[in-house]
């Protein structure tokens, strides 16, 4: 039996909130290493216009040094987007009590370890997302799910997956106009590259390789979020039909795909509409 006071209670637990910090946490500092990953990449193309004469130290070692760090940061990010992921998707499952026996004591242990050695390591920032809520300046992590009224069963699961559809959408959006600027403005830069640059095909590799595999993977991962996201949306379209324990396992599984997909929201637009957005949803559901 579970209801939505039963889920105001699990969310707010202690250990669920820091949980829940580790996971922000962790999600920020991915999106943060991932920039850094693409500004390498990027200044690694920037070396092709150096001169022919410049030494072969500077015109290929330099942006292979540059490839070499890309694909460190790369490593990194990727490992703290699963972390975050893997410590929201253990969040949802206690707290909504989906899937909770899919996590073995030795896996519940290891993200427990995760979680506290995160607030540890940031107590005085942690301590003031743990009491904050998402209405907050800065937002935080207490009452992550509300509720208008009381709701029960299936009822009370199906409004938290809402309301992370919801809230999924207002991000990605944010995003979704600020990729195509941005693929236009790296597709200009390859296509003058390769037109004004006289160096050789060694050089070229060199240095756009790292950029070129880079979009080739975002454009990969987009089209899977953007793929997974419609049969999200489809489930819960069906689900808002005839709601049953399965549709609801089923889309929870898909909201916790999607999260380990590498297409992050950008924080400083969530920390900058948090308020807003939280009210809006409030008006309009």
Known sequence: MINSQIISNRQNEDLLLKIQYASSRHFNSAEKINYLSWALCIVSAVMIFIPDSAPELISKGIPALLEIFAFITACIFNRKLKNAAYLRNYFDSYVLMIG??????????????????????YKKEADISIQNTGRDKPPGVRNWYEFKNTVTNLQAQFECQKQNIWWNKKMVKNRMIILPIILFILISFFVAMFVLSKSDVLSIIVCASGIVIKVAERIFEHYKYHEISIRIDAIQSHAERELTAETVKELQELIDERREIPVLEINIIHRLTANQYSSTYEETS
Do not use: C, F, G
């Open 100 to 121: 909770e026996d899919n996590y073995t004591d030795v896996r519940k242990q290891e993200l427990r370890e995760i979680a506290l050695s995160t607030y540890h390591k």
